[in-house]
């Protein structure tokens, strides 16, 4: 399958991508049947040399079949040459990377903290005159309990 991609050149931390034609099998920066345009991240957004591309071999090679990749669809989309893709759903994007694993331990803990708060403010709710007597119990059984745990200190 044909496909419209970036083949990545320049140098370290300074990168520039050729826009190609290449068949899917081929690697990244491996052999290409033709090279379309070429695309600078490094350019601010509004200089017209961020993205260079001829639009008339674009719109050939896809009626060839050629299939553009997300990155060169949202760049062709950007210029106005074919409908801009529809944005992914990635709520990871916006939180740095060092923080992504501590937000996700976070968020499943989250879940199970919520179900457990939700449950004792539905009974709360059923019971609004009871919630003094429920509290009196529960300090009356936290000396029990710091009474057995004493027991076993004693015996060893």
Known sequence: MLRIRLSMGGVRKRPIYKIVIA???YPRDGKFIEKIGSYNPLLPK???ERIKIEAERV???MSKGAQPTLRVSRLLGE???IPMPKPGNNPQKAIPKKDRKKSAEESKEAPKAEAKKEAPKAEAKKEEPKKEEPKAEAKKEEPKAEAKKE???DKK
Request: hydrophobic share 20%; charged share 55%.
């Open 151 to 153: 027991e076993p200190k």
């Open 79 to 81: 210029l106005q040459i």
């Open 46 to 48: 509004d200089k017209k």
């Open 59 to 61: 719109k050939y090679w």
């Open 23 to 25: 068949d899917g099998r």
